[in-house]
Structure formats: C-alpha cells, structure tokens
C-alpha cells in the first residue's frame, strides 16, 4: 500500500541535544510537508519542499533545518531541543501538477518529548 | 483574528443523530476547504475537501461551502461512535501551498 512513514513513532531527547526526524513516502509525491502540533493546537507548518526547491515559513525558528536527499524522504532536524519544542511532528505529502488541490496524506506522526 | 476559526467543543451527539461541524475563514482568497479527522495520539485523515459553494456528499458526510460568509461546514449523519474525534477544518489560501489548520472541533457520539 503506498502510504507515508515517520520514524521514529516516539523520540526522547535531552535538552540541547540534536535529533533527526525521519518521513518516507512511496506516493511519489512531489511536495512534503513538516508540521508541528502540541496538545489541543491546530498543526502549525513548519516548511515544505516542492520537489527540491525548499520553503521556510517566516516563523519557523532556526533551530528547525530540514533535508530532502531525493523525492522519497525527508528529514526534520532539531538543533538544539528547549523544552517547548516538546509536540507531535508529522509529515505529510501532496502531488500538485495543476490547480488548487493540495489534499494532504499525514504520516502517523513522531511524539517528541524533551527532558 | 485567527485565519481558521472553530469551535472547541466537545460537541456530545447521540449515536443516530446529526452531528453539525462549522468552521469560518478569514481569507477571501481561500479556495481549497478540507476537513481532516484526528483521533486521540493519531495523525490527521482526510475525509472530505470541497472547491466550490453548495453542498458535497460522501457517503455518511457532507461538507457544505458558502464562500461569501467565508463559512464551511461538515454534516455525518448517522453518527457512530467510532466517529468521536477532533475535526479538523483547514484551508488553502490562493492556491499557494499553505494550509491553514483550525485547532478542531472534539465530537463525542455517545452509545
């Protein structure tokens, strides 16, 4: 079944200490997404990539990077944990050939705790 | 003024009934409205998307769009209780690739 990917499921880090979150996708999608959610709150996008072209969201914090080696994965890299970056990361994907369609398939989400 | 607005809830629906989801957007220029379904710890699940005003059935549902009061909705009839859920309302502003999310309505369909 083609479907998107996130791993780890659950991630524990320290404060400060670096943390790589991966998303695969075998829909052959050519935009993926990064988004954040805590408890209670709207998913909050971080950035996207458009096939490689790479789009930051002017709130974004430095701290987050992201990575896309090829059109199958992508990466989410946290330099520097705090405590407030403790949420939900999921990753979703879309196809956008024309028009305004952007439905959007999540993966099931990383659960990112900072201690 | 938040971009997607919705109402928090919990909506508590007995099972059978009409559970009725409403969402307001503050883009004008929005044209792409899509209802997500998250259950507790999961990711979110599309259910239903809608481009232009009137209505949209699928199924036990039904999104509703009217564009001049900027105001969306999503109609499950015969709701279950597998249906309690956060619903999510989101948004694509101008055909661009951001997606406004609401923070989601909770639904309890009570047994």
């Known amino acids: 079944d083609a479907m998107v990917i996130q791993n780890p499921r659950y991630q524990v880090t320290q404060f400060g200490k670096p943390v790589t979150l991966s998303c695969s996708q075998t829909l052959n999608h050519n935009v993926m997404y990064w988004y954040q959610q805590k408890s209670s709150q709207a998913p909050k996008l971080l950035f996207h990539y458009y096939d490689k072209d790479f789009n930051n969201e002017a709130d974004t914090p430095d701290n987050f990077q992201s990575r896309r080696p090829n059109t199958s994965f992508c990466f989410l890299d946290i330099r520097s944990p705090g405590l407030g970056d403790a949420a939900m990361y999921l990753c979703a994907t879309s196809t956008r050939t024309s028009g305004v369609k952007d439905e959007q398939f999540f993966g099931p989400g990383t659960r990112l705790t900072v201690l | 003024q938040k971009e997607v607005e919705q109402n928090s809830g919990p909506l508590s629906v007995p099972e059978g009934a009409i559970a009725s989801l409403n969402c307001t957007y503050s883009?004008?220029?929005?044209?792409?409205f899509f209802w997500y379904r998250q259950y507790s710890g999961k990711s979110p699940e599309l259910i239903m998307f809608i481009y232009s005003n009137g209505d949209k059935e699928d199924g036990r549902f039904t999104a509703q769009l009217n564009k001049a009061s900027q105001y969306v909705s999503l109609l499950i009839r015969d709701s279950q209780p597998s249906d309690s859920a956060t619903y999510l309302c989101a948004v694509n502003q101008g055909g661009g690739f951001k997606t406004i999310f609401g923070a989601g309505t909770r639904l309890f369909v009570k047994a």
């Open positions: 883009d004008r220029g929005s044209q792409s």
